[in-house]
């Protein structure tokens, strides 16, 4: 918790609405409140956010939310009545971000597109973010994170040569999404700053996938390369892989780097293999894995995991055990970084989830509470804008909040 003596965080006095639904937008906005925003969620009254009820729940509160949902205060307003609309227009005219997620024109059937947001303050980034972005053929259709993930080349190359194109089991483009949007409100404050003047984002999920698949595009363009699937494997160098150990553990093994793939061969008892004209280059590796993968799965499938671990680090060679959450929470590089921390929940009592995304030495940020119950602050929200009981009354009255 802040005190006295704790500077602010970077970000506050920074006042945002989320007026997103499940998880690119809404998760822009939670790393914003992560550093000091204040991010005022606002749900439609009878239908929440869906990420409430993703995944699984504990005595009906949704767990993925908690997380979600985090540094955020939660109103309700129904943005199709007068009511909410007036209502927004008044939270726009005191905010400097406004994220949303709505098809293409539906802000605008409401009367609540940039025109009519920009008018009520100049200085405020609209933040739009869809599956397409705001324009072009498939603008208007629906679209999720999977669809991007599809579209942007990501599912060709991931599984094995023989087997099906493999989707990722999280929302991967989501989240690659959430944190380009964060990026790209940044950069739009900043011009703020300096012009004095909002402007629009247009975030298309398909595009920042695109961007962190690397230069696929340029091999294409250049070469006619077509990257295929080749599962764990790398065309870049090798070993690259995961082995199974005696004990039925998993390790992941990289060689980026040609002194790390001499040491690991030296480690497994092939030595003359570094001697092979082809080793000296990670391609040459590459063409080579069957071989490369046989050296070293065939070592490391004879001991412990734990003893390869250690073998590994003594030789200064890159591994990592393959781990799932719960040996996640057990790693003490994470418990020493804090990566998963502790937040006292009114709801649940103390509950565990990531913490914020990086450190900062002067202004660090923190998580001043978990996602709130749907529409909790709507009146000390509204009541800070000026509302009279009387009126909040009527917009309750209204199906308006």
């Not at 200085?123 to 053929?137: E, H, K, S, W, Y």
């Not at 892989?241 to 093994?253: F, L």
């Not at 913490?355 to 900062?360: A, G, P, T």
Request: proline residues 7%.
């Amino acid at each position: 918790m802040t005190n006295s003596r704790t500077p602010a965080a970077p970000l506050t006095g920074l006042r945002v609405l989320d007026l997103a639904t499940l998880f690119a937008g809404p998760l822009a906005a939670t790393m914003l409140g992560d550093f000091g925003a204040e991010v005022i969620k606002v749900e439609h009254p009878a239908k929440p956010d869906p990420s409430r009820g993703h995944g699984p729940s504990k005595e009906g509160v949704g767990l993925w939310w908690k997380l979600l949902g985090r540094n955020k205060r939660t109103i309700t307003l129904n943005l199709s009545t007068p009511g909410g609309r007036a209502t927004l227009l008044r939270l726009a005219a005191t905010a400097d971000v406004v994220i949303e997620n709505f098809r293409p024109g539906t802000l605008e059937k409401w009367d609540l597109g940039w025109e009519e947001l920009s008018a009520a303050n100049p200085r405020l980034v609209l933040t739009r973010v869809t599956a397409f972005g705001q324009f072009g053929p498939s603008a208007h259709r629906p679209g999720f994170g999977t669809l991007a993930e599809a579209l942007s080349g990501f599912a060709a190359i991931t599984g094995e040569p023989d087997a099906p194109p493999t989707l990722p089991p999280f929302g991967l483009a989501d989240s690659i999404a959430g944190l380009a949007t964060a990026y790209a409100v940044m950069t739009a404050l900043a011009a703020r700053d300096r012009t004095g003047e909002g402007q629009v984002v247009d975030m298309a999920i398909i595009e920042p996938i695109l961007t962190v698949l690397g230069p696929q595009p340029t091999w294409y363009d250049q070469l006619g390369y077509v990257q295929e699937r080749t599962g764990n494997r790398s065309a870049n160098n090798a070993p690259r892989n995961t082995y199974r150990t005696a004990d039925g553990g998993w390790v992941a093994v990289s060689t980026s780097a040609q002194s790390i793939a001499e040491r690991v061969l030296r480690l497994v008892g092939r030595p003359e293999l570094i001697d092979e004209p082809w080793f000296t280059t990670g391609a040459g590796r590459a063409a080579h894995a069957d071989v490369l993968d046989e050296a070293v799965g065939t070592w490391i499938a004879a001991r412990t995991r734990t003893d390869v671990l250690a073998a590994f680090e003594k030789a200064e060679a890159a591994v990592a055990p393959v781990q799932d959450v719960r040996d996640v929470l057990a790693d003490p590089q994470y418990q020493a970084l804090d990566t998963v921390t502790t937040v006292d929940d009114p709801e649940l009592g103390p509950l565990r989830m990531q913490n914020v995304l990086f450190r900062l030495s002067a202004t660090p940020g923190a998580i001043r509470w978990a996602g709130r119950p749907h529409g909790a602050d709507t009146e000390e929200v509204l009541a800070g804008l000026g509302l009279t009981t009387a009126e909040l009354t009527a917009l309750r009255e209204a199906g308006a909040v």
